[in-house]
């Protein structure tokens, strides 16, 4: 039977009655590919339509005034990253697409406040751009809670432990811009060449034009597509840190636009991937329930910080 990226009913999760199968889903589907996609979920369509207004005003303001909201020396912690500046782990050409990150804002006097920077403000340019991703920022965190929580149920842990760590964790809303090629790119660029993600899950709403692939087990390149009411879920390094890869952070890419295509504004493409993560000081140490004697620990024990500053080192923005 051919792999797919198969598609739950988060509304199953909430009903007693289905929630022990909906846990099940998730887990088969997180040990197999490492994607699913959720439906049913609160992220209105209206949020997602004024979301991805402001985003393209924003990417088609002048470079000279975009550039004004990065934050050199940060590492693109926050605000507007520069096209053609991030790439792959191991990867020597830069990707075909810029970005901008909004990040976790804790209450004032929280223990962590200090450990984060401020969000970077862009209401001057995009009248309501803030408020507008601080709230797909909550939706999308609030959904991901829950995968989590139906991920700890599997994992014999208490439904509520992630949430400590990733309630005020160091998760990212990055908005990107992958725009019509002009021709004169390396043959070899990719708007978003092969990769895994960081962090412990990431939740992407649906993007304006196709591009996303998974790559499975036996080489081949699966298309991962939904429809406009649903949200991509893939598993990042630090859950299958955690699982003992249990569950896979499986490769994927975007690739280009058919060369007849790659020019022109129709193959602009915008996604808004929400990457959760949780606090800095949790321990990647696989859980003991992962572990036996007959499947040792893969990896060293490590820091979510830790491996988050690894990580960001090896794809150029630190």
């Known amino acids: 039977m051919a792999i797919e990226i198969k598609t739950h009913d988060i509304r199953e999760f909430r009903d007693p009655a289905t929630k022990a199968a909906f846990v099940e889903k998730v887990s088969k589907s997180f040990r197999e590919i490492g994607f699913l996609i959720i439906k049913g979920h609160d992220i209105t369509p209206e949020l997602q339509q004024r979301a991805y207004q402001k985003i393209d005003t924003f990417y088609k303001l002048p470079y000279e005034t975009k550039a004004k909201y990065e934050l050199p020396g940060t590492g693109g912690a926050r605000g507007f990253t520069v096209f053609g500046k991030e790439h792959a782990k191991n990867a020597k050409l830069g990707d075909l697409k810029e970005f901008f990150h909004v990040g976790v804002e804790v209450p004032k006097g929280h223990p962590l406040e200090k450990e984060y920077p401020k969000n970077v403000s862009v209401n001057d340019a995009v009248p309501e751009f803030d408020e507008t991703l601080r709230e797909l920022y909550e939706g999308l965190k609030g959904l991901g809670l829950e995968l989590l929580s139906a991920i700890a149920i599997d994992l014999g842990l208490s439904e509520n432990f992630f949430t400590e ?47 996303l692939q998974v790559k499975l087990a036996d080489g081949t390149w699966l298309p991962a597509t939904s429809k406009a009411d649903e949200i991509v879920i893939n598993v990042g390094d630090m859950l299958q840190r955690l699982t003992n890869h249990r569950f896979v952070s499986t490769t994927h890419r975007v690739a280009n636009p058919p060369k007849e295509l790659a020019g022109q504004e129709s193959s602009r493409r915008y996604s808004t991937p929400f990457f959760l993560h949780p606090v800095s000081s949790m321990s990647l140490k696989a859980l003991d329930s992962c572990v036996s004697a007959e499947n040792p620990a893969k990896e060293p024990p490590i820091t979510a910080g830790e491996y988050l500053d690894q990580r960001l080192k090896e794809i150029g923005l630190k």
């Open 165 to 211: 760590y990733c309630e005020y964790g160091n998760s990212i809303l990055r908005p990107i811009n992958y725009p019509p090629l002009k021709g004169d790119e390396h043959p070899d660029a990719v708007r978003s060449a092969a990769h895994e993600d960081i962090n412990l899950i990431t939740l992407l709403i649906g993007a304006n034009y196709p591009g």
